[in-house]
């Protein structure tokens, strides 16, 4: 299917796939880095961003998600790609690299490793975020050109504690109200969001992986506690990296070692 993307760099294709209420953007810090010797290609899921949703009647599950990132490439003419992602988008490449689809994936923070309490907090702090975000939207401006410029305002007045970013980033003041902005608006109009995040309960660890894997998890995650990186080992019968000082969502955090990470994972030279 069709999905708004943003494309990079040249030399072998690596999908990057963000995480529930997101947008490609969340991958700013560090594309450039990546695009020096990969082909990036930064896509939003359907219902996120400013990709349409899924055809009607189709759940917004991790699945049905993975289907329209497998469909999108198939449509790009990109065979067997890397591919990196990010909390949903992380259980999304572990997914892919399942079906043996994908050259090798690399999975940050990846959702599906949770006990039940933790996926109560999950849901219960993304429910509360979403919400914040809609109620601040709604109040700040009245047309969708009025967004951008109105909440760049109002985080540049309190640019750590709107969003309550301090639960996915260990350093919100390397955000910058940009994209502080532009990340409430990608999590205020996500369409698919409510139906995604209904759809965590039944989420399970996927099958066994058929391509080659990296884990790794911000040390300070306040989303998804690091504890689930021991069950991700489990699973997956290798140590996950623990990326030192960074959150649920490092990219900002420290740009150097998660794109450090993720050319590591995805080095050409990874057997099939």
């Known amino acids: 299917m069709e999905l708004a993307f943003e494309r990079r760099g040249s030399g072998p294709p690596l999908i990057l796939v963000h995480g529930i209420g997101h947008h490609w953007q969340a991958w700013l810090p560090v594309m450039d880095r990546l695009a020096a010797s990969r082909d990036v290609i930064a896509v939003d899921l359907p219902g996120f961003g400013r990709s349409p949703g899924l055809p009607a009647g189709t759940p917004y599950t991790a699945e049905s998600l993975a289907d329209a990132v497998e469909s999108f490439c198939a449509m790009l003419d990109v065979r067997e790609p890397h591919v990196a992602g990010n909390s949903l988008g992380g259980y999304i490449a572990l997914e892919l690299a399942s079906r043996g689809v994908v050259r090798t994936a690399t999975a940050i923070s990846p959702a599906g490793f949770w006990s039940r309490t933790e996926l109560l907090w999950c849901q219960g702090v993304l429910r509360a975020m979403r919400a914040s975000a809609v109620s601040r939207v709604h109040a700040t401006a009245q047309s969708e050109t009025a967004v951008a410029g109105a909440l760049s305002r109002l985080l540049a007045a309190e640019p750590v504690t709107f969003l309550g970013a301090g639960l996915f980033v260990a350093h919100p003041s390397r955000l910058g109200s940009v994209a502080l902005a532009a990340a409430t608006e990608a999590l205020a109009t996500s369409s698919g969001f409510d139906e995604t995040l209904d759809s965590f309960t039944g989420m399970l660890p996927p099958a066994p992986p058929k391509s080659p894997i990296t884990i790794a998890w911000g040390a300070h995650d306040r989303l998804l506690l690091r504890r ?14 623990l990326l030192t000082d960074c959150g649920h969502v490092p990219m900002s955090d420290d740009p150097e070692l998660v794109a450090g990470v ?11």
Do not use: H, L, M, T
Request: charged share 30%; hydrophobic share 35%; proline share 8%.
């Open 228 to 241: 689930q990186a021991v069950r991700a080992a489990r699973w997956s019968g290798q140590r996950v990296k």
């Open 262 to 272: 993720i050319i590591e994972g995805s080095d050409p030279r990874s057997p099939a």
